[in-house]
């Protein structure tokens, strides 16, 4: 078997990612696509745990914005992350993937109440371990839920899956000559006010000390090559 770079990991996937080119709900090739890529994640040996946002269904600041009230709106996000990680889950298990999905807040019907030791327990099992509801409470973004789940299940990396392939000085669908980065610290992500993470995330990386990788979504197998040790997308560092 070849050496992984990385035994324990913590993806995080956009809900936009999920919806394909459709933009809205999910695209069903696309979680059967990355599902593809768990399953073969898992059967390596890795230890994977997954955090997905809610954009594609509701974006608390966004989408309520002027209309509703912040804190209520943010949970409305919450519950449509739920959303995402029983379709994931659903999909996994078609697969023949052992698969839990623990939410920060309460859907005992659907989901287990998130316990640290718990989830550690799943992961050293072998199952894959889905992280739902952000952190819980609102004006927290679920790239913070990621990082804060990954201290605590004491992930080796962020596995940070977007549209876009790497981390730019500037949006590169907008400035022609934006330049992607190999690797950057957190310091500079910080200081140049990059589109990496919200600053809460990147802070809280950086003090726990935990890389970010940050690449495209579009060919889901770059998580195998990844976790294989092949340079891909960029890396945020110390």
Known sequence: MQQLKYKRVLLKISGEALAGDQHFGLDFSVLSDV????KECAAMGVEVGIVIGGGNF???VKNGEGHIER???DHMGMLATAMN???????????GVDVRIQTAL?????AE??????AVHHLEKGRVVIFGCGVGSPYFSTDTAAVLRAAEIGADVILLAKNIDGV???DPAKVK??????????DEVLAKRLQVMDSTATSLAMDNHIPVLVFALKDPHNIVRVLQGEKIGTIVGE
């Open 35 to 38: 599902a593809d890529v768990v």
């Open 58 to 60: 509701w974006r608390g």
């Open 71 to 73: 804190s209520r709106a």
């Open 85 to 95: 990680c029983m379709a994931l889950a659903d999909v996994l298990e078609q697969k």
């Open 106 to 110: 309460e859907i005992r019907e659907v």
């Open 113 to 118: 109440p998130f316990v640290r030791a718990r």
């Open 168 to 170: 730019y000085s500037a």
């Open 177 to 186: 000559d934006a330049v992607k980065y190999d690797a950057i610290s957190y």
